[in-house]
């Protein structure tokens, strides 16, 4: 039975439970807080403004990794504390992050790399296999070109001295957050999107007693003893809230993706591609039937709730990837583009965003409003700890953590179908993405085969997902199932955009949608798709001819 997740129960409870905590943010790190918090015993309150990992948390390169350039920042003690999360997040949500394999060409040849380099690279991989690759019992290797080329057979060849092959691990970032802010209801905290903190609640010695919130265009007070301020990029807005003025703390860093058919890259696995001259490299990352390329890591000081990719960005990519592959790839070949900001603590302005640590800082305002900044995906769990820790001290509690061996719903009992191909299906499809709990999307495929249909012709999402995801993932709009339940936009945008209206007329239904409502969802959607479209595109002959192709 799909455990309950019900956003108006949940408004219900948040109006009038007084709760120990109450957690600001609906991305991976609040998601963690309140899981962390919930599984303490603690009284627990999730509120999002918009969805659940609407921002940065379903805009990451989706990788659960240590961080190999870390190493050459000599940031030894992250690095090993990452990779200790990636164990943890393995064990704990197996349908969700799994072992990914690494290849990294030694490239010879046109100034990318030299092959004194490799010797380099070598220590790394040693240092990277001692600080977590032995945990998940894979070493590195050092393989020849062919190996190599064997596993990209678009790599230039004659480029390619050697490699290095070694492993990390993936996930979808979207349903992770989704999967962790289902599991703290499980354990009792009241979670709901859409619900926008516009004040917050002190008693009269100036301490903070929860929050003024707006939902469905109507205001009610959260009684909370102690508030977590968990919205990454949006921390200082919240903090504004607490302190009267902006304190300008972070600095945010984009990053890019871009989408492109796999038929066009024939990785087998993930690779990690030099970019000549910037002292970067960029992930090349299969997904299905797609590859996506990045990150990008630059300083960002546009309107934080509308990143884009442009066509600076979308050039910066294909020519990284085209210098290294056989068959380039121009404007015409990216199916999907996202843009995401990470939040990273302010430091000296010389520094370059990419050389800024990934740790992150807990910090307790004044009026004790507690502040979890910094970090990154794969070390939610251990900042989301640090936060519930400093939690426990303001009330008094006792008790440490419980997450590090706590299994995310769909875990228990999961095992990963045989890749064969009569079950390169459904079965697999589902298990990949609901662990145990794809029987409640098998049942509905039971109950209505029709909804086996795709969901967006060319992608491997069912109709049936769309529906579970209204009746028990709390999605309420067109974007929340094409954008987050499913990645539809992520990986075919143009594709989403085609089929929004029948996907908005398969939700209807469920969410008591009238033509007008259909209308407008459909407008808003397609908006979307055509502002991203629109930010990221220089006509295709100006690209391409800027890409030599």
């Not at 240590?66 to 943890?88: I, K, M, N, P």
């Not at 926008?196 to 959260?222: N, S």
């Not at 109950?447 to 769309?466: H, T």
Request: proline letters at 5%; hydrophobic letters at 40%; aromatic letters at 4%.
């Amino acid at each position: 039975m799909v455990p309950s997740f019900d956003r108006a129960e949940a408004l219900q409870r948040l109006a009038n439970e007084p709760l120990d905590v109450l957690v600001v943010g609906g991305g991976i790190t609040g998601a963690g807080c309140a899981l962390d918090a919930a599984s303490r015993g603690l009284r627990t309150g999730l509120v999002e403004r918009d969805d659940f990992a609407s921002g940065t948390s379903s805009k990451s390169s989706k990788l659960v990794h240590g961080g190999l350039r870390y190493l050459q920042q000599r940031e030894f003690t992250l690095v090993y504390a990452a990779l200790a999360e990636r164990q943890h997040a393995l064990r704990n949500a197996p349908h969700l992050v799994r072992v990914l394999p690494f290849l990294i060409p030694i490239l010879s040849k046109d100034g990318l790399i030299d092959r004194r380099v490799a010797r380099a690279l070598g220590g790394a991989m040693w240092m990277y296999d001692l600080t977590g690759g032995m945990r998940i019992h894979k070493l590195h290797q050092r393989i020849d070109r062919d190996r190599a080329v064997a596993l990209m057979p678009t790599l230039r060849a004659s480029n390619v001295a050697s490699a290095y092959l070694y492993y990390d691990a993936q996930t979808d970032d979207a349903r992770l957050t989704l999967c962790l802010a289902r599991t703290a209801a499980a354990h009792g905290a009241a979670v709901a999107n859409r619900v926008t903190v516009v004040g917050l609640l002190k008693d009269p010695g100036g301490g903070v007693r929860g929050a003024t919130v707006r939902a469905d265009d109507a205001e009610f007070e959260i009684q909370a003893r102690t508030v977590v301020n968990a919205t990454g990029v949006w921390a200082d807005s919240v903090r504004a809230l607490d302190e009267g003025t902006n304190p300008d703390s972070i600095r945010p860093a984009k990053g890019v993706h871009i989408t492109v058919p796999w038929s066009k890259v024939r990785n087998e696995i993930a690779a990690i591609v030099p970019v000549p001259g910037d002292r970067r490299s960029v992930f090349v990352v299969p997904w299905g039937d797609f590859t996506y390329v990045g990150t990008t890591d630059t300083d960002y000081d546009g309107p934080i709730d509308d990143p884009q990719c442009t066509p600076g960005d979308v050039e910066y990519l294909l020519k990284a990837l085209n210098r290294a592959v056989t068959e380039p790839l121009g404007i015409a070949d990216v199916t999907g583009t996202w843009a995401g900001l990470r939040p990273l603590l302010r430091a000296a302005s010389s520094e370059r965003t990419a050389d800024l640590s990934r740790r992150h800082g807990v910090r307790v305002s004044t009026s004790g409003v507690i502040t979890i900044t910094g970090g990154k995906l794969t070390t939610y769990r251990r900042m989301a700890a640090d936060t519930v820790d400093q939690v426990a001290r303001i009330l008094r509690k006792r008790g440490k953590s419980r997450t590090r061996r706590l299994g995310l719903l769909g875990s228990d009992g999961f095992q990963a179908p045989p890749a064969t191909p009569e079950r390169a299906s459904v079965h697999e499809h589902l298990a990949g993405r609901y662990g145990t709990e794809a029987d409640a999307v098998l049942d509905l495929l039971r109950e209505d085969p029709s909804l086996r249909a795709p969901l967006v012709p060319g992608l491997p999402y069912l109709q049936a997902e769309a529906i579970h995801a209204v009746r028990h993932e709390m999605a309420g709009t067109l974007d929340d199932v094409l954008a987050r339940r499913t990645r539809a936009r992520l990986l075919a945008r143009d594709a989403s955009r085609a089929a929004a209206e029948d996907v908005a007329r398969l939700l209807a239904p469920e969410l008591g949608w009238d033509d007008a409502r259909v209308a407008r969802e459909v407008d808003e959607y397609r908006s979307a798709c055509d502002h991203e479209r629109g930010s990221a595109e220089l006509p295709e002959t100006a690209l391409d001819a800027s890409l030599g192709t």
